[in-house]
Nanobody, 120 residues
């Protein structure tokens, strides 16, 4: 069973920076894609933040382009999100996501999430 565990959330002032990390564990062959989504307070929608492929190709949500940077370490099966110039609209639960190839096929895995609160 594959698990994703996030870390690094917290409270930050507007204009500040924060770094999130996520580690994958369990039995799998490869992870073609890893990244982050977020769910704002009171919303059931998961918004794309950033995704990164195994070879480094990236995709960002429009609202974070130029402010957030996603990276991954294939050897450690981790993905990180460096967030800067944070504003109140970035307040959300940030969920790690991974598309994982296992013996049984492809699985779309979610972490439990880490809270990011931007407030003065």
């Amino acid at each position: 069973q594959v698990q994703l565990v996030e870390s690094g959330g917290g409270l930050v002032q507007p204009g500040g920076s924060l770094r999130l990390s996520c580690a994958a564990s369990g039995s799998f062959n490869s992870i073609p894609s890893m990244g982050w989504y977020r769910q704002a307070p009171g919303s059931s929608k998961r918004e794309l933040v950033a995704l990164i492929g195994r070879r480094g190709s990236t995709e960002y949500g429009d609202s974070v382009k130029g402010r957030f940077t996603v990276s991954r370490d294939n050897d450690k099966n981790t993905v990180a999100l460096q967030m800067s110039s944070l504003n109140n609209e970035d307040t959300a639960v940030y969920l790690c996501n991974a598309l994982v190839m296992t013996i049984g096929g492809t699985e779309n895995i979610w972490g439990r999430g880490t809270q990011v609160t931007v407030s003065s």
